[in-house]
C-alpha cells in the first residue's frame, strides 16, 4: 500500500517554468519505476516521464527538452521541473508508483 502526494501546480504564463514534486510513503519499494502522466479535459491519460531506481528515463516526445525530471530514492521523491511551458502542456498532472499507485493531482495551467 502506497500513498503519493503532488504538489507544485499552479497558473503560469507561456514560457514560465514550474516545479512538480511527489512524495511516497507506505510499503516503499524500489523497484517499480515512478513518473508523471496528465490529463487535459476531453482527453486521453498520457505519459510525461517515467524514471526508474537506477535512473533510466523515458519523456514523452512533446516534453523532450523541456521537462527533466528527477527522483530520490533515499527519500522516496520524483520531481518534475518544467520549463519553456506551453499552453498544450495544461492538464492535471498525476505521480504514479509503478503504474499500479496514483496520487490525486495537481493543476498545472499554462495561460496569458
Known amino acids: 500500500q502506497v500513498q503519493l502526494v503532488e504538489s507544485g501546480g499552479g497558473l503560469v504564463q507561456p514560457g514560465g517554468s514550474l516545479r512538480l514534486s511527489c512524495a511516497a510513503s507506505g510499503s516503499i519499494s524500489r523497484i517499480p519505476a515512478m513518473g508523471w502522466y496528465r490529463q487535459a479535459p476531453g482527453k486521453q491519460r498520457e505519459l510525461v516521464a517515467t524514471i526508474t531506481s537506477g535512473g533510466s528515463i523515458n519523456y514523452a516526445d512533446s516534453v523532450k527538452g523541456r521537462f527533466t525530471i528527477s527522483r530520490d530514492n533515499a527519500k522516496n521523491t520524483v520531481q518534475l521541473q518544467m520549463n519553456s511551458l506551453k499552453p498544450e502542456d495544461t492538464a492535471v498532472y498525476y505521480c504514479?508508483?509503478?503504474?499500479?499507485?496514483w496520487g490525486r493531482g495537481t493543476q498545472v495551467t499554462v495561460s496569458s
Open positions: 504514479t508508483y509503478g503504474l499500479a499507485y
